[in-house]
């Protein structure tokens, strides 16, 4: 999968209210993928901005976590997720994705 295709499976997630009232990004080795959530509907895009929340992770690594093939929790326990900024929001994240 490309960073397009994961963008577009991203948005797919959040829809237009995710209800999590935050902006994180996905800062994977192909590039970035921006969701700022504060806003309705949902903005997600491909350009870098701060957000509360950035998940470092290789894109293969973010599709298995969307795909449910990786738990949030095991990748970054592992090391293959690493969080900077709001853990709140990360684990919001975590929910949104398993659920």
């Not at 295709?5 to 080795?29: H, I, N, P, Y």
Request: glycine share 8%; charged share 20%; hydrophobic share 45%.
């Amino acid at each position: 999968m490309n960073l397009q295709s994961f963008t577009e499976r991203v948005q797919a997630l959040v829809g237009t209210d995710s209800g999590l009232g935050a902006s994180f990004k996905f800062a994977t080795d192909e590039g970035v993928v921006v969701v700022d959530a504060t806003k309705v509907p949902n903005v997600v895009s491909n350009v870098d901005a701060d957000t509360d929340c950035t998940l470092n992770m290789s894109l293969s690594d973010a599709v298995d976590m969307l795909n449910g093939d990786m738990n949030p929790m095991m990748a970054f326990m592992s090391g293959k997720l690493k969080v900077k900024g709001d853990m709140g929001v990360a684990m919001k994240i975590a929910d949104k994705m398993n659920s």
